[in-house]
């Protein structure tokens, strides 16, 4: 399909730069295609009523991690150059693929030092070093570090900052009302250089109310790449590359959730993160499997959703692939619809902004 079937004028002061206080404030734009009321305005509290005894929440629980590193490059014959690095993707417990600026200046067999940017600085005084050993399109590289594992894991967290989205971290910087602000009540593995937004509107309150209305929340894994954020350059579907992001839905949650389905309720997932990883860990007749490893799945209109019969999520940039993903799940015109009702009536936009809830163009 034509990317520009999915881009639309979104006036700059519809970008939110904070969230909602208290997280589940935030508004919720109910849209039931072909519906006798198509959309409806709600809050993100409401939505226990929204739903049915028996359906079922899947959550995305990856966690954040300070993926933002300042580097210097060392090279022989050459003066420092400073670079700034963004992990999104873990190869090896010492290897990540990441995005870099400026990244045509850096080549492969340079070495980008982090923290403590001396020379044969030993870690004890806090540096990090990394060697470049590949390079892709668009700024993207692959790193090999000096440390591996749980070190280096500690070690980014102590240099790294909050990789805030470009919406919002070029107008302000993230400060320490982020690291809780962007980072759900229910996180708990860390990889994610991205929230699953979606879920940034859970309270406590929220979650105890969900369990009460007799819904059950399940939990699946799929660590948030920076890719998300990338502008799709391609001028047809058919030619975008999406980058790859690691997934994990155990066997114990895939049977609870194919018995939701099998005694007629609905699953509900939280953010387009949780039903990108269902889909791909389905079989061709929707059933869910367990799942481990990498996903490059990309969902638009003429593909058909399998495992979804509801889907929560904030509203996405004009021409992304997460734009293009609600239009296969609810339909183009009624998400275009959906969207000028939302710009039209004030909703909030991007990760901190509102919500939507989302039933299919075409339920099974």
Not at 160 to 172: D, S, V
Not at 178 to 191: L, S
Not at 293 to 298: Q, S, W
Not at 325 to 352: K, W
Request: hydrophobic content about 45%; charged content about 25%.
């Amino acid at each position: 399909m034509r990317v520009d079937l999915f881009d639309f004028e979104l006036p700059e002061e519809r970008i939110a730069l904070r969230p909602a206080e208290p997280r589940d404030a935030g508004r919720l734009l109910v849209v039931r295609p072909g519906g006798v009321q198509p959309l409806e305005d709600r809050r993100v509290r409401d939505l226990p009523g929204l739903l049915r005894p028996g359906d079922a929440l899947v959550f995305n629980d990856t966690r954040v991690i300070p993926a933002r590193l300042a580097a210097l490059r060392t090279r022989p014959g050459a003066s420092g150059l400073r670079a700034e690095v963004m992990l999104h993707l873990r190869e090896a417990p010492d290897r990540w693929r990441a995005f870099a600026r400026p990244g045509k200046r850096l080549a492969v067999g340079d070495v980008l030092r982090f923290g403590d940017h001396r020379e044969g600085a030993p870690c004890e005084l806090g540096g990090l070093a990394a060697q470049l050993v590949a390079k892709g399109e668009g700024g993207e590289i692959v790193l090999r570090f000096d440390l591996s594992g749980p070190v280096l894991d500690e070690r980014i967290a102590a240099l790294g900052t909050l990789p805030l989205p470009p919406y919002i971290a070029g107008k302000r910087p993230a400060d320490a009302r982020d690291a809780t602000d962007y980072q759900t009540v229910y996180a708990r593995e860390p990889g994610a250089v991205a929230a699953p937004t979606a879920g940034l509107h859970f309270s406590q309150d929220l979650l105890a109310a969900i369990d009460a209305a007799g819904l059950s929340r399940h939990t699946v894994t799929l660590h948030v790449g920076a890719g998300t954020f990338l502008p799709v350059k391609a001028d047809d579907t058919a030619d975008h590359r999406m980058h790859a992001e690691i997934g994990h839905l155990d066997a114990d949650t895939a049977e609870a959730l194919n018995a939701v389905r099998a005694r007629g309720g609905r699953i509900v997932a939280v953010g387009t993160t949780a039903l990108r990883l269902l889909e791909s860990a389905a079989d061709a007749e929707g059933r869910l499997r367990p799942f481990s490893g990498p996903t490059e799945i990309f969902i638009t209109p003429g593909v058909r959703v399998r495992t979804v019969d509801a889907l929560m999520t904030n509203f996405h940039l004009p021409r992304s692939t997460l734009f293009m993903l609600v239009s296969a799940f609810s339909g183009l015109e009624t998400m275009r619809t959906a969207y000028a009702h939302a710009i039209r009536t004030g909703y909030r936009f991007y990760s901190y902004g509102d919500s939507s809830l989302l039933f299919p163009a075409d339920p099974r």
